[in-house]
Structure formats: C-alpha cells, structure tokens
C-alpha cells in the first residue's frame, strides 16, 4: 500500500533526535537518513494495517447488530 521509497521524491526534514541515540545508530549505519525511512516505512505500513483491522472488526460488529 505503499510507494516504492527508493524512486519516490525525497525532501529535507526537520527532526529532534536524541544526541546520544543518533551517535549509537550512526555505529550500525553510514546512511542513518535510508536507515530512519526504512523504518518509518515500516511504521506507516503497521500502523495503515492495524487502522484497516479496526474498520474491519467495527464493520462486522455493526454487521451483527443490523
């Protein structure tokens, strides 16, 4: 449900991380922006599927009171 990250436009963002957080991850990564979109991907598709389980579960809850 989501595009493709590696061909889609990108843009600069502000974010506020913690110093001490951004230092260790940049240990496990040279390119802490890719590694920062992969798991922001990650967390849009769960949280796109999890909105999807909710609207399913209250259809068939008003499913079974009509």
């Known amino acids: 449900m989501h595009t493709n990250t590696l061909s889609s436009p ?3 963002v502000n974010l ?3 110093a001490g957080l951004v230092t ?3 240990t496990y990564t040279n390119n802490l922006s890719a ?8 967390f849009v598709a ?3 599927q999890a909105q ?3 609207c399913q579960a209250a ?6 009171w009509n």
């Open 52 to 54: 999807i389980s909710r």
């Open 35 to 42: 590694t920062m979109e992969s798991l922001l991907v990650e």
């Open 16 to 18: 506020t991380l913690s």
């Open 24 to 26: 260790q991850a940049k």
């Open 10 to 12: 990108k843009r600069p």
């Open 59 to 64: 259809n068939a809850c008003a499913d079974q």
């Open 46 to 48: 769960t949280q796109q």
